[in-house]
């Protein structure tokens, strides 16, 4: 069992930055890919980032690469994001997921843990 709390989120004007964290309890953090989903208003969960247990692998998707990275220290338990040029779009409830594969799934309904979500809102 993987508990996940997530914090970092808040109010940002357009072009800012914020860094999401995410604690995870549990002595096997280390084995689990770890990733971020949000979820806007009317709209469904979708993926933004990922990263394998290690560290070696991340990936993210198409609307926010090359703006946003993530990251972990398994020393801490925590897994990162920072989020830089933030833009209006990028408004929502931000998910942290905890995963047993080596990077998490995409598809929302095979992420094995969730956190209970931060607010992040970008003011235009």
């Known amino acids: 069992q993987v508990q996940l709390v997530e914090s970092g989120g808040g109010l940002v004007p357009a072009g800012g930055s914020l860094r999401l964290s995410c604690a995870a309890s549990g002595r096997t953090f280390s084995s689990f890919a770890m990733g971020w989903f949000r979820q806007a208003p009317g709209k469904e969960r979708e993926f933004v980032a990922t990263?394998?247990?290690?560290?070696?692998?991340?990936y993210y998707s198409d609307s926010v690469k090359g703006r946003f990275t993530i990251s972990r220290d398994n020393a801490k338990n925590t897994v990162y994001l920072q989020m830089n040029s933030l833009k209006p779009e990028d408004t929502a409830v931000y998910y942290c997921?905890?995963?047993?594969?080596?990077?998490?799934?995409?598809?929302?309904?095979?992420?094995?843990?969730w956190g209970q979500g931060t607010q992040v809102t970008v003011s235009s």
């Open positions: 997921a905890a995963d047993r594969s080596y990077i998490v799934p995409r598809t929302t309904s095979q992420v094995d843990y």
């Open positions: 990263i394998s247990w290690n560290g070696g692998s991340t």
